[in-house]
């Protein structure tokens, strides 16, 4: 199976990430995505985020008919950074292979992530172009260090193995759609998702709110 791996908040999931994931499922022939929604974020305020369980049932809603499922992993295994919680994911499953995605707007500032060369040499990694990011993200430290490791889209998913450090940029229409614009015109989304624990799509277990220590994206 190859994956690819989204990480986010997820406050709330809407319409864009699903485009993304389902432009990045095609281009780089992948099997399936994996949202996984992170317990917090350390590069984005505490205040205004929705509980754990309501953005996992946002995310539910959104991936339906799609190959994605999401997942609330990193609070399982407890891990803080985005490098623990990849090089865990790839241990746990030996039998996939992982390919980390994230928009221009991170890779401009994925240098300041804990040990980003770490996630460079534990998984490809392909980049979305986001409008108003992709000069900020040619420009980046982290973007002097992949240049070299760059693999075209076409070749890479002709690969019949993958191997990190891997770099594939992918441009894509603009999609405009943002999770803090859905936010402030609708400040009461999370109060009206399903009032239960949902049930993790990779590893089957109820997503709870009692622990918000994890964090994905740095």
Not at 17 to 44: C, E, M, Q, Y
């Amino acid at each position: 199976m190859r994956i690819g791996l989204l990480g986010g908040s997820f406050n709330p999931a809407h319409g864009g990430h699903w485009r993304i994931t389902r432009f990045a499922l095609d281009a780089l022939g992948l099997d399936a995505a994996w949202w996984l929604v992170s317990p917090g974020n350390p590069l984005k305020p505490a205040a205004g985020m929705a509980p754990l369980s309501a953005r996992v049932h946002s995310a539910i809603e959104q991936a339906r008919r799609a190959p994605i499922r999401v997942t609330a992993i990193e609070q399982q295994l407890g891990t803080r950074y985005t490098c623990d919680t990849l090089r865990a994911i790839a241990r746990r499953y030996p039998g996939h292979d992982f390919v980390w995605l994230m928009g221009s707007d991170n890779l401009a500032q994925f240098h300041l992530w804990r040990q980003w060369r770490t996630i460079g040499r534990t998984m490809p990694i392909a980049v979305i172009a986001r409008p108003g990011y992709n000069r900020a993200a040619i420009a980046s430290p982290a973007m002097a260090w992949l240049r070299r490791y760059r693999v075209a889209a076409g070749v890479f998913k002709q690969r019949t193995q993958w191997s990190a450090p891997a770099l594939v940029i992918l441009n894509f229409d603009p999609d405009t759609r943002s999770a803090t614009a859905i936010r402030q015109a609708d400040p009461d989304w999370a109060s009206r998702m399903i009032n239960s624990a949902p049930r993790d799509q990779v590893t089957h277990r109820i997503v709870t709110d009692d622990h918000q220590a994890g964090q994905v994206s740095q």
